[in-house]
């Protein structure tokens, strides 16, 4: 498996503080080993490729509730950040993502074995 880069806790703030200063709600950490934990995840060595570790991190964000607000949405975010500086990319259109996304969520089926899979159908590497 080609070096994996991961995203540094300072980062995933730095994120979180542009979505919501975009998007609106409280900011802050909730629970930084929430955060901590989420980040170390996909980098236990038990996920085989970078989707599974996607899928592990995304999960975990938006699970964990690390941040006061916003937590989905920094969640899509950094796994979108994470995919894209390991140059892969989600190929289907944001309304789309957005949309499935927040069926998983209403369904309680926003957890890594649903994930996953829809990753493996909505990434693909970058050109």
């Known amino acids: ?10 980062e995933v703030m730095a994120i979180h503080a542009i979505m919501i200063k975009k998007y609106g709600g409280a900011s802050g950490i909730r629970d930084l080993g929430a955060l901590e934990s989420a980040l170390f995840r996909p980098q236990t060595g038990y996920y085989p490729d970078i989707i599974a570790q ?30 894209r500086i390991n140059n892969c990319q989600l190929v289907a259109e944001n309304n789309k993502i957005y949309k499935e996304m927040m069926k998983m969520f209403d369904h309680q ?19």
Do not use: C, Q
Not at 1 to 10: C, E, P, R, V
Not at 110 to 116: L, S, V
């Open 1 to 10: 498996m080609a070096k994996i880069d991961y995203l540094s806790t300072i």
């Open 54 to 83: 996607a899928a592990a991190l995304m999960e975990s964000l938006a699970i964990n509730h690390p941040f006061l607000d916003g937590n989905k949405r920094v969640a899509f975010a950094v796994v979108d950040v994470f995919l």
């Open 109 to 127: 089926m926003f957890d890594y074995d649903h994930i996953e899979p829809w990753l493996r159908k909505h990434v693909g590497t970058k050109h």
